[in-house]
Each structure stands twice: as C-alpha cells, then as structure tokens.
C-alpha cells in the first residue's frame, strides 16, 4: 500500500508540472502574439499617422490656392448684396416717378402727411376705412420689410427708431379709424337688414379684417345665443345684457398689431462669422489671432457684457435689441460686425424692443402665472376684438335729410361686468369661433386675452375651453369682454426629422424639411423661393399660400402666419433639443453648401449628431438629373469650417467613425473636396451658378439652420 501511494503522488507531480509547462508555453506563446499585434498595430498607426501627417501637410500646401478660389466664388455674395441694394434704389426711384398719390412710408415728412390727412377725414363709411386700411397695412409692410431687408450698414439708428414709431402710429390709427366705422354703422343700423329675431346683424369683411357687429333691439329676457351665420362666429349672451341696449361686436383682424413689435419683426437669428477675406485668406500674421477666434468660437456661448453688446443704435427704449445669448462670443468691434454681416448677406438684427438689462433681467426672472410666453407660444391666425358697445344716438331720416347727434366720446364700451355687482353673481360669456380656413393648429390652440394694462397676453380668465377639430371651431367663457387669441407652440415643428436640398435645373432647386407634422416643399428659381407643398397626414393643405413666387422674407412670413414654423428664433434654443454645434461653423458650413447648390444635393445625417458640436456632417451626392438621387449615389462628408473630409462610414454603419474614406484626401473647403470626386459637368455647373440663386439657397438654410436644429 505504501508503494502505491509513493507511485500516485509521483504521477501527480508529473502530471502538475507538466500542466504548468503547457501553461508557461501557452502564455509565452500568447505573449509572443500580443507582442507581435501591438507591434503591428504600432507598426499600422505609425503609418497611418504618417499618411496623415502627409494628407495635412499636402492640404497645408495647397490651402492658400484653394483658399483664393473660394474667395473668387464668395464674391457672388457680394454680387447678391449689391444687387439688392441696387434694386432698394431703383424700387425708391420708381415709386417716386409713379406720383400715384401713395406716400413713401420710409420719408418721415410724407407718412406724417398721410396720417394727418386720414385722421383729419370725417367720412367712417366702413367700406371706405377697409379699402383704406388695407393701404395702411401695406405701408406697414413696406416698413417692416424695410428693418428686415436692410443691412445694418445701410440703416441708421435715426431711421430704425423713426420705423419702428411710424409702424405704431399707423396701426394705432388703423385701430382708431376701425372704431370710428363701427360707431357709424351702429348709428345707421337701419341701413342694414334685421335678422329673423328683430335685432340688427352685420357682417362686413375683406382678406384683412371681418366685422361681425349684433345690436340688441328686442331687448327679450329670454334671448339666449347669436350665431353669425356667414362667418359661424357666435356668443351666448348674460340675462342682465340680453334686456340692455348693447351691441356686441367681433372684429377679427387677420394681423397681430398687439403683441410686442420685436414679434411682428422677428429675423433670423445673426450668428456672428468673420468677413468673407479673412475666411478664405488668413495672412500669416494673424494666424494666430484666427486660430485663437475659431477656438473662442467653439467654445460654450457666453454672454457678453453690456458695453460689449450695446451700441448707440441699441440703447433707444423703442430700439430692436440683439440677445447674445447662444452666439458665439467673438470680441469685434461694431463697425466690424455690420461689415462682415454686409459680405455675407447675414440679415439685419430686428429683435425684441428691450434694453439690454431688462433682457437679462427677463433670462432670470421667474415665469409669471397665466402670462404668456412669447418666445413659446405665438399668436396664430390673427386677433379678435370682442366688445360689448353702447349704442350711439341714432340717425334721424327727416325728408331727404338724415340727422346724426355727433358726440366727442367715440365709440364707448358697455360696461360688463359692472363696477357694483359681486362676481359670483355674474354669469359668463360665452364664444365659440371658427378658425380661419388659411391657418393650420396642429396641436389645441391656446387661448389667450390681451391685458391692455401690462401690455401681454394671459391666460387667466378664461374657462371651459373646447376645441372641435372636424369643425374647426373653439367655444370658450370668460369673465367680461377681452380681445383674444389663438396661440401654438412655436417650436412644435422642430427639431426637424429631416432635410433634403437638390438641385431642379439651371439656377433651381428644390428644399425639402421634413417635422414631426408636416412635410414643406419649397421650390427656388433665381432670385424668389415657391412653397410647392404642404403635406400634413398625406393631404395638401394651405392651398392658398402655395404656387406663389416670393422672396425669401416673405415667404418665411407667410409660413409662420399660416401655423407652419420652421424657423427658429433668437431663444428656441431653450425650447427645443437642439443638436448644438458651433456657429462659425455652422455659417462656414451654409456659405459652401450655397456655392454647390446648383450641382450637388444635400441631406440630413443621422452621424451629424454623433460629431460633437465642433463638426457637421451632412449627405452629399452629384445631382445633374431632374430626378432625386437615389441612397446609393450618397456619400457622408464632415466639415469643421477649416477642413472638409470624405467619410468612410455609411448611413447603415453601426458606429460614427472620422476614418477618410479609401483614396481620399483633406481639402480646406467642401467645394474641392466635392471637386475630387466630380464630374466637370459639375463643376462647370457651380462656376456659372447665378449669385442670385445661391444668395437665396444660403438664405433659407441660414433661417431654418437644418445643421443644429434637426
């Protein structure tokens, strides 16, 4: 027994270092391959590196000619800016050899005369106000076109505050003048036929505005609700006003002349970028300074001190002023920056009508209860003034003479609810209207009143809110008689799902923003911009908006007074999940894309959010065809404002690598690095592109910024 087990333990032994043999060879062995895969992988970065450092070395090269060529393309912004500026003029000249009685709303001397006579002017014939109205409202227009459209270098701070006030008189005066008609139609209601219950009903309306105005005649306790039937607007009115002499009247403008002038004026938010010489030929003395700028330029936007951000023109308590907040902060004088915004045809600021400190104040401040956000929410399909009105003497016909006993008052309001009676005992006011066929709500309207005395919209006061989408009409009661309106959620259509801009023919094509809602459709030919579609659920809708050409300001207005907003703000970066990314960059990136645009289309990527806020990354294909370019002619490329590169990955990749595409190479801009991989046609196509076309191209990417806001 002793034997055997002295020959087990042996065994054993054997068997133990035989196993740890094998183990120490086995892990010699896979330390030998480690080895030899860390060498190789050495090996394999040492020569990727070095072909890196020879592609940066090449593009170092080559980037002052590359650079200069940009520049020669960049001047067709130029082109554009003086082309506008030439046309500003000639449209000045012409409208003062016309001598068609009409005034110049930008001449103070002739706008004041305009006013004047038309205050002075006792005819109220209502048909007469509307037909007069409907000039004023285009010379508010004009003016409101004139603070958008014009460079900063090209208006004064005289002249901006001179605008704006000119815009406030004319819509005060519209206001007055729409009383004064609807105090002269109360007077002569006899002149209007009665309605089947024996009380007066008008309906009077053109595209601008509809007067919708009931006279209680019958005074009858057990009157109950009055429907206008041409326009289905109605109102359930209390016991204590169906037996008084009150007229009721609703007055639906199609316009927002209420809410802050900085709304009704609201540009493109200007992302500060340097002048077009010093993208494209930085010198090497300022190397360093431009490195420095793009480094501040990517970095968090901060806000700038007052000094810095007021100048002279800013400092007017009318004055559009400019929130820095989500820009970058790129220490320029004033003078610098209304240069660089000229080259680049980068809108003029036309902002909130603040001061600088009550801005910041407004950043900190927390929200009011039952006030409305203006940079949330928005006003949408116009305003409606619903009053209860006292009734005027009324016209005397004797013989062939007609007897009016004029009163200095003006038009009076009824008061409802009365100042003596408890609110608890009062009943509410009930009002259902139906929504305006040229407007789209995708979501319940909010609904709001006009508190004169704070100058803002609330929500308070207002109760039992019913929204009848099929009938497309809203029943809500309040307390007394408010004006009111319809309010959407600015930001529901961002982000964007997607975006595609392509190439339609010579000087055309075609912009494509897809949201969560609706699909937009708009066509670009020269110098205008069309709305082709509108696709809400597979349907066209806005039939009356489409098919028309516009510029693109116009355009952009006609889309956000029909609902469908697809242009951000000065603030919707607090409202929306942006995917952030820097703005000098960002503009580079517009700029370039602008350039091509006649020959290459461009689409959203779903690895631009995977770049980081440094980077853009954007589809690309050569499009020289009428019809779109299908998913395999796609390419993805990435841009930093300085480089542009061809990426490897694809669309269906698993990961977002920067790895370049096989056989490709760096190049300063995104027009030599598309130029690698063109065909002369297209190229040829982008030198002979008109200015125009790509001005408008920049112009609509700049206000919808489908690079941060998709």
């Known amino acids: 027994k002793s034997g055997g087990k002295k020959k087990l333990r042996k065994a054993e032994r054997l068997r133990l270092q035989k196993e740890e043999e094998e183990r120490r060879l086995k892990e010699e062995e896979e330390a030998r391959l480690q080895a030899e895969q860390e060498a190789a992988r050495l090996e394999k ?44 003029a000639q449209a000045k000249w012409e409208h003062y050899l016309s001598c068609d009685g009409s005034p110049d709303p930008t001449v103070l001397q002739e706008i004041n005369t305009f006013m004047s006579l038309w205050r002075e002017d006792q005819n109220e014939d209502i048909q007469l106000v509307m037909e007069k109205g409907e000039q004023v409202l285009n010379l508010i227009e004009k003016l409101q076109f004139v603070l958008l459209d014009t460079p900063p270098s090209e208006i004064t701070a005289k002249e901006t505050v001179q605008y704006q006030e000119s815009i406030q008189e004319l819509q005060n005066l519209l206001q007055l003048k729409y009383d004064g008609a609807t105090e002269h139609v109360l007077k002569t209601g006899n002149t209007y036929e009665e309605s089947d219950t024996g009380n007066m009903e008008a309906v009077i309306k053109d595209r601008n505005v509809t007067f919708c105005i009931w006279v209680n005649l019958m005074k009858e306790v057990r009157f109950k609700q009055h429907t206008f039937c041409d326009v289905q607007h109605g109102f359930d009115l209390p016991k204590s006003l169906a037996v008084s002499s009150v007229a009721v009247r609703i007055l639906h403008t199609q316009y927002d002349h209420l809410s802050p002038l900085w709304l009704q004026c609201q540009n493109v938010p200007t992302l500060e970028v340097l002048d077009s010489k010093e993208l494209t030929q930085p010198s090497k003395d300022n190397v360093e300074k431009s490195e420095e700028e793009e480094k501040k330029a990517r970095e968090e936007p901060n806000i700038p001190t007052e000094e810095e951000t007021c100048s002279d023109r800013r400092k007017s308590a009318v004055s559009f002023t400019e929130n820095s907040n989500g820009r970058a902060d790129i220490n320029e004088t004033e003078e610098e920056i209304e240069k660089k915004s000229d080259i680049l045809d980068i809108p003029s600021q036309v902002q909130e009508a603040l001061l600088q400190e009550e801005m910041n104040e407004k950043e900190e401040a927390i929200p009011v209860e039952n006030i409305v956000d203006l940079q949330q929410f928005v006003p949408v399909g116009g305003v409606y003034h619903i009053d209860a009105l006292q009734l005027p003497p009324q016209a005397k016909q004797i013989q062939d003479w007609s007897m009016v006993e004029v009163r200095d008052a003006g038009l009076e309001a009824f008061p409802y609810p009365p100042e003596e009676a408890e609110d608890a005992t009062l009943a509410p006011i009930r009002v259902t209207l139906r929504l305006p066929d040229s407007v789209i709500y995708f979501q319940d309207p909010v609904v709001a009143r006009w508190d004169p005395t704070g100058q803002q919209w609330r929500t308070g006061g207002i109760s039992n809110i019913t929204y009848e989408t099929q009938d497309r009409s809203i029943t809500f009661e309040m307390g007394a008689f408010h004006t009111i309106a319809l309010l959407q959620d600015a930001h529901l259509n961002m982000p964007y799902q997607a975006w595609e801009l392509r190439p339609a023919g ?23 911009c069309m709305l082709s579609s509108v696709v809400v659920e597979e349907k066209d809708v806005l039939s009356h908006v489409t098919g028309k050409w516009l510029s693109p ?21 607090k409202y929306v999940s942006v995917n952030k990314k820097a703005p000098l960059v960002e503009v580079r990136a517009y700029q370039q894309m602008a350039l091509v645009a006649s020959a290459f289309a461009f689409a959203w990527s779903k690895w631009n959010q995977e770049a980081g806020q440094e980077q853009v990354v954007f589809k690309v294909s050569e499009h020289l065809k009428a019809d779109s370019g299908e998913d395999k002619d796609w390419s993805l490329y990435m841009f930093d404002g300085q480089k542009a590169q061809k990426l490897k990955i694809t669309e269906t990749s698993e990961a977002f690598s920067e790895e370049l595409e096989e056989d490709s190479e760096f190049h300063s801009t995104i027009y030599h690095m598309l130029k690698d991989f063109a065909s002369k046609e297209a190229i040829d196509k982008v030198q002979t592109a008109g200015f125009l076309f790509i001005d408008v191209v920049y112009q609509l990417l700049l206000a919808t910024r489908v690079l941060t806001y998709s």
């Open 553 to 573: 300001l116009d355009l952009r207005a006609a889309l956000k007074k029909a609902g469908v907003n697809i242009f951000p703000g000065e603030y919707s970066h």
């Open 506 to 528: 010579t000087d055309a094509a075609l912009f494509v923003v897809t949201t969560g809602f609706v699909t937009v459709h708009i066509q670009i030919k020269g110098n205008q």
């Open 45 to 88: 970065e040492r020569i990727e590196q070095e072909q890196m450092e020879k592609l940066k070395a090449k593009d170092q090269e080559r980037r002052e000619s590359e650079l200069a060529e940009l520049h020669s393309l960049e001047q067709k912004f130029v082109s554009a800016q003086q082309w506008k500026r030439d046309s500003r």
